[in-house]
């Protein structure tokens, strides 16, 4: 009989797998040899990856991986990822990369390998703009808060002991949706959330209502693949400095990227600013 194994058994699996050399070390000839660049992407996370009107797989995350397969001269080739899944899907070999939201926090740098930030957005609660303000961790506690499972919204309102009542999610998508549905009363989210939520349900019914933190983001790969990850690291300077990564970034964020990006994924230097209080 088969027996379903919980997320953190399979993440630990992963992990020991990797540690161990099962997934092994991905090497930069490799990629180029396979001429197949495997990442693991989220695709229903607006503007980051999502599927657009011509049935395209599109959004910030997939162009960033595409301008890095390009400059290894390979495809990119996308493996669909969730926040539940996309650790294990790394440390096991099915993807050489993960470009798919994952922030930059202090127990991911045990797992994984982090490059330099390419990106970074502001975690937050939104609800209808019609809800009183809310000044503090305290103004939370009678109500439902909905946030997909294992993400870092997941975690600060958990660790925040506030008394709201927590739904969990398996994706940003099914708890947008709970929002809109009025299952919960607010949703941890990206900020870039407000743009579709305001496609679906009208522009201004909905508002950012309590911001959490600003967290960065940066590519992922396996513990020990350090010539692999300081190409990504030289592609991100490389790119930063042509400007093409603040112009992809204007582009999907509808703003300019901050001058001051860390210029490492490793230590404390690219660790979350929290805003909450």
Do not use: C
């Not at 994706?171 to 929002?179: G, I, P």
């Not at 900020?191 to 959490?212: M, R, S, W």
């Not at 990504?232 to 001051?260: C, H, P, T, V």
């Amino acid at each position: 009989m088969l027996h379903k194994i919980t997320r953190r058994a399979a993440v630990a699996l992963a992990v020991m797998a990797a540690l161990t050399g099962t997934a092994h070390a991905q090497k930069v000839a490799d990629i180029k040899k396979s001429g197949v660049l495997k990442v693991g992407a989220q695709v229903a996370q607006v503007p980051f990856g999502f599927t657009d009107k011509n049935n395209k797989l599109t959004g910030y995350d997939i162009e960033f991986a595409e301008m890095l397969a390009k400059d290894l001269g390979v495809r990119a080739d996308f493996t669909p990822v969730t926040v539940a899944n996309r650790t294990a899907a790394l440390l096991t070999g099915q993807v050489d990369v993960l470009a798919a939201v994952v922030s930059i926090f202090p127990d991911r740098q045990k797992v994984v390998l982090f490059s330099r930030p390419y990106s970074y957005n502001e975690v937050v609660l939104i609800g209808k703009a019609s809800m009183p303000a809310l000044g503090n961790w305290d103004s939370l506690k009678s109500y439902r808060i909905g946030v997909p499972r294992g993400s870092v919204q997941d975690s600060a309102v958990t660790q925040a002991k506030t008394g709201a009542t927590i739904q969990r999610f398996d994706d940003d998508a099914a708890a947008v949706q709970a929002l809109l549905s009025g299952q919960v009363d607010l949703v941890g989210a990206s900020n870039t959330q407000i743009a579709p939520i305001d496609q679906v349900a009208g522009a201004g019914k909905y508002a950012i209502k309590f911001p959490i933190s600003r967290n960065y983001q940066g590519a992922a790969v396996r513990p020990g693949e350090r010539e692999w990850m300081t190409y990504i690291n030289d592609f991100i300077g490389r790119k930063i400095a042509s400007g093409e990564l603040d112009a992809l970034y204007k582009k999907w964020m509808g703003q300019e990227m901050a001058k001051d990006m860390p210029t490492t994924g490793e230590g404390e230097a690219a660790l979350a600013v929290m805003l909450a209080k």
